[in-house]
């Protein structure tokens, strides 16, 4: 009887450690892979399932999402400028079953087709392209990866380059660059505005032409902005309109002036005369004789 009970207490521990290790349990983020003698029969999960003990066997395979860093690649550019470039990726298993055969390990293999990819794209890239095309320059490179480890059941959906590091020659000459376009645009903000503030003067300076009392709304309103200051002195200017007419008079008498002829001064002729002909008298006239003195 004991030996009976020590067999059955034997079997029971055995069935309860082969009902143990046939219970596999799987969250909803993985799958199992199950191997039965070595021949893959599928995926399973998630939940509660059961396996055969010794003939099966069962892999998991996690389904989220996983954030790899690329490390910095040193690339030269199209251009021949040398940059050191990292990224970030972003990538999931899609077939777990493919993920488990057709690759040892998809985490570094995906790490590594990631950083030849990067080093490829960059190499064939200009640096204005990488700087300014950024976008452009990481769906190409998603597409490369995820069409590369497609086959290990691997999905790609981000790729971002995260920095670009340039050499610091290069990095004084596109801020002296950015400076001068800087400096161009202010210049022609510049002339464009004194364009038009130009082309607002003459057109107020032709308003002004042609009513004259604006000119003087104008003065006026000029007066009372220099009486808001405070000045001890105020020079008040006299328009030219004020005093339009004035010399406008005055022209007409010079002009009246010029047209009459010029008339002689008899009086000053007929004097020189007389003492013309008084001077040839007195010449001409007989001298007196002496007169003889008396004798002693």
């Given at each position: 009887m004991d030996v009976l009970l020590g067999l059955g207490i034997a079997g029971g521990v055995v069935a309860l450690a082969a009902l143990a290790s046939a219970i596999r349990i799987v969250q909803e983020?993985?799958?199992?892979?199950?191997?039965r003698l070595g021949r893959v029969v599928g995926a399973r999960g998630p939940g509660l399932f059961f396996i055969v003990p010794i003939v099966e066997r069962m892999q998991k395979v996690d389904l989220r999402l996983i954030t790899m860093d690329v490390p910095a690649q040193e690339?030269?550019?199209?251009?021949?400028?040398?940059?050191?470039?990292?990224?970030v990726l972003y990538f999931r298993v899609i077939d777990p079953q493919a993920a488990v055969v057709?690759?040892?390990?998809?985490?570094?293999?995906?790490?590594?087709?990631?950083?030849t990819s990067l080093r490829n794209v960059i190499g064939q890239s200009e640096l204005d392209e990488l700087l300014a095309e950024r976008e452009r320059i990481n769906q190409r490179l998603r597409q490369i990866i995820d069409a590369a480890t497609e086959p290990w059941g691997i999905e790609v959906p981000i790729v971002e380059i995260k920095d670009i590091e340039l050499p610091q020659g290069m990095q004084r000459a596109m801020a002296r660059q950015a400076e001068a376009e800087r400096e161009r645009r202010a210049k022609?903000?510049?002339?464009?505005?004194?364009?038009q503030a130009a082309e607002r003067l003459a057109e107020a300076g032709r308003v002004l032409a042609a009513v004259p009392t604006t000119m003087q709304l104008r003065f006026l309103q000029t007066l009372s902005e220099i009486a808001t200051e405070k000045n001890s002195t105020i020079v008040f200017p006299v328009p030219v309109d004020l005093l339009s007419s004035f010399l406008t008079a005055l022209t007409g008498r010079a002009g009246a002036a010029a047209e009459r002829p010029a008339t002689p001064a008899p009086a000053l002729a007929d004097s020189q005369t007389e003492?013309?002909?008084?001077?040839?008298?007195?010449r001409l006239a007989p001298e007196p004789e002496p007169t003889p003195r008396p004798g002693p």
């Amino acid at each position: 009887m004991d030996v009976l009970l020590g067999l059955g207490i034997a079997g029971g521990v055995v069935a309860l450690a082969a009902l143990a290790s046939a219970i596999r349990i799987v969250q909803e983020y993985e799958r199992g892979v199950i191997f039965r003698l070595g021949r893959v029969v599928g995926a399973r999960g998630p939940g509660l399932f059961f396996i055969v003990p010794i003939v099966e066997r069962m892999q998991k395979v996690d389904l989220r999402l996983i954030t790899m860093d690329v490390p910095a690649q040193e690339v030269i550019t199209k251009d021949n400028v040398t940059v050191k470039v990292n990224a970030v990726l972003y990538f999931r298993v899609i077939d777990p079953q493919a993920a488990v055969v057709k690759v040892l390990d998809f985490i570094r293999a995906t790490s590594q087709i990631a950083q030849t990819s990067l080093r490829n794209v960059i190499g064939q890239s200009e640096l204005d392209e990488l700087l300014a095309e950024r976008e452009r320059i990481n769906q190409r490179l998603r597409q490369i990866i995820d069409a590369a480890t497609e086959p290990w059941g691997i999905e790609v959906p981000i790729v971002e380059i995260k920095d670009i590091e340039l050499p610091q020659g290069m990095q004084r000459a596109m801020a002296r660059q950015a400076e001068a376009e800087r400096e161009r645009r202010a210049k022609i903000i510049n002339a464009d505005g004194e364009f038009q503030a130009a082309e607002r003067l003459a057109e107020a300076g032709r308003v002004l032409a042609a009513v004259p009392t604006t000119m003087q709304l104008r003065f006026l309103q000029t007066l009372s902005e220099i009486a808001t200051e405070k000045n001890s002195t105020i020079v008040f200017p006299v328009p030219v309109d004020l005093l339009s007419s004035f010399l406008t008079a005055l022209t007409g008498r010079a002009g009246a002036a010029a047209e009459r002829p010029a008339t002689p001064a008899p009086a000053l002729a007929d004097s020189q005369t007389e003492r013309t002909t008084l001077r040839d008298e007195l010449r001409l006239a007989p001298e007196p004789e002496p007169t003889p003195r008396p004798g002693p």
